[in-house]
């Protein structure tokens, strides 16, 4: 079974300065992807950034970049020069390549992320 | 923002009542998920689906029941609630690029059974 772990239910930070979130997984799969989903409160959950398992070049989007280290089962996110609208739920998540072309999404129990003006 | 919508978006209701939350994507996709989601834990897949006339069940053991009529719509009923049944239930759809499904989630309906 594969499992997600964000150890850090709650982080603050101030704006325009840098915050990282945490998140490990255990998995004996070697073809999967990994993902950071961003919740802001009371809105739609949306795609922040993705990392191929086969790939070693860390995933990078605009002020997003992730620190993927296959070795240790670690996925942390990188939010540079943070922003009041970055306040929101963070989780991460571990897909599994399925069978039958149904990929299955096995998701942290999220970080709450207060960016402070 | 995805196409994705869920109605109710909140909904309190007593024991025994039938409800039935709804979710529409305009998208196009064929792979629809229904999650729960109690505050502060993660995610739990309950249910899925293929496309048209296909549904299966989730890790998460759920009372609900889904039906795929129709590619765009994925309703969810509970034909008893309970107030075991009180949580936020998402409806997402993906596409899949290169191997790689893109999850777009709906806004989520926030569920009370008193």
């Known amino acids: 079974a594969q499992t997600v772990t964000q150890s850090q239910p709650e982080m603050s930070v101030q704006e325009a300065e840098t915050v990282t979130l945490s998140c490990t997984y255990d998995t004996s799969e070697n073809n999967y992807y990994l993902f950071w989903y961003k919740q802001p409160p009371s809105r739609q959950m949306i795609l922040v950034i993705r990392q191929e398992a086969y790939k070693q070049q860390n995933a990078t989007e605009n002020r997003f970049s992730v620190n993927f280290q296959k070795a240790a089962k670690s996925f942390s996110l990188k939010i540079s020069d943070s922003q009041l609208g970055d306040t929101a739920m963070y989780f991460c998540?571990?897909?599994?390549?399925?069978?039958?072309?149904?990929?299955?999404?096995?998701f942290g129990s999220g970080t709450k992320l207060n960016v402070k003006p | 923002e995805a196409d994705i919508y869920q109605t109710p978006r909140y909904l309190v209701i007593g024991t025994g009542k039938k409800i039935t939350l709804e979710c529409s994507q305009t998208?196009?996709?064929?792979?629809m998920y229904w999650y729960q989601q109690d505050p502060g834990m993660e995610l739990h897949l309950i249910h899925y689906s293929y496309g048209v006339n296909s549904t299966e069940k989730g890790d998460l053991s759920s009372e609900s029941t889904v039906s795929r009529i129709r590619t765009e719509h994925f309703p969810l009923t509970l034909e008893s609630a309970r107030p075991s049944h009180t949580s936020q239930y998402l409806c997402?759809?993906?596409?899949?690029?290169?191997?790689?499904?893109?999850?777009?989630f709906g806004p989520g309906t926030r569920l009370t059974v008193l």
């Open positions: 998208m196009g996709h064929d792979k």
């Open positions: 998540a571990f897909m599994k390549v399925g069978l039958y072309n149904f990929n299955k999404f096995y």
């Open positions: 997402a759809s993906s596409d899949e690029v290169s191997l790689i499904d893109t999850q777009y």
